[in-house]
């Protein structure tokens, strides 16, 4: 029996966190042996344990076999001495969570929905792996004054090595292309990185590499995003990219990561963030949760039958209109979910 912790967190979290499990529930019966431990982080984890990530919710995330995260923050907890996003670093860094995957897939429902042009987006199906643990938000020193502030860059050649076969990895099952983005005309920590995808390049001859500097990737993501299959970059340019491709397939509601460690432990969350103003109000759409269920079960428990069969139990409803407000629809939270389980039981 595989043990899943479930951290439901702040805001629409817990909505579309139950949303999610219902589904699974259903679509697992008779095929899926699991057991949900859930625990309290972000802003939920303050209010209830004095602490964003608790020693409780750590030692419980450590002895699992997956986790799955709703999402955290809010106004109340600004202010707070350690906030949710805190805990949540603190969370990546003490699993060792140093890669972190996002898939941009655009579906066809919704190409209309897109920002930009139809004929540009159509075919958009990207995977972004983004350096978690490392450069800019974890260097020291750092520190902050009235009139003067530092920030540092740093990254180990063992850091950069882990997330580029990773990266490899990916493109090999995959369209079998890699962009590597940085910014080597510019920054030390950016030389070393490419020097590093030069090195390790010849090990994965089957796999094509392109090199991007970080404001030209930025700009052709939005000219032509079917030109790009894997792209792996440093921590603060893969959550900004990541965040830009993701607009591009039409909602925010749609997309899941996935965050792993060295031995396979694998967080798996929305990209987006807590929504508080229609948090409790059965509008939150919980495909970013379903999504990252799937992957989920593809990577941690090869289970890709089980994957499959609600993914398509989704898209299915979707493709008959039943959709939520972000994709253009009218179905609250539970309406939806109760679609889905209503096509995987047929």
Known sequence: MKKIVTLPGDGIGPEIMEAALNILEVASVGKFDYQIEEHA???????????????????????????LLGAIGGPKWEQAENTPEMGLLQMR?????????????LNETLINRSPLKAEIVKGTDM??????????????????????????????????????????????????????VDKAN??????????????????YPDVRVEHLYIDAASMKLVTNPTDFDVVVTA??????????????????????????????????EPIHGSAPDIAGKNLANPMSMIYSITMMLRTSFEEFALAEKIEKAAETVMARGVMSKDMGGNESTESFTQAVITELRK
């Not at 344990?49 to 750590?58: A, D, L, N, Y």
């Not at 140093?98 to 941009?104: E, H, Q």
């Not at 920590?189 to 490419?194: G, Q």
């Open 186 to 203: 510019v920054l030390s920590t950016s030389r070393l990185w490419r020097r590093i995808v030069n090195e390790i390049a010849p090990q």
């Open 127 to 180: 995977l972004i792996v983004r350096e978690l643990t490392g450069g800019l938000y974890f260097g020291e020193p750092k520190w902050e004054q009235e009139d003067e502030a530092l920030d540092t860059t740093h990254y180990t050649r063992k850091e950069v090595e882990r997330i580029i076969h990773l990266a490899f990895q990916q493109a090999q099952n995959r369209k079998k292309h890699l962009t590597s």
């Open 235 to 268: 921590n603060l340019f893969g959550d900004i990219l990541s965040d830009e491709a993701s607009v591009i397939t039409g909602s925010l509601g749609m997309m899941p990561s996935a965050s792993l460690n060295e031995d396979g432990l694998g967080l798996y």
């Open 41 to 67: 982080i972000g802003g939920d984890a303050i209010d209830s344990k004095g602490h964003p990530f608790p020693e409780i919710t750590r030692e419980a995330c450590l002895k699992s076999d997956a986790i």
């Open 93 to 105: 860094k003490a699993l060792g969570l140093f890669s972190n995957l996002r898939p941009i897939q």
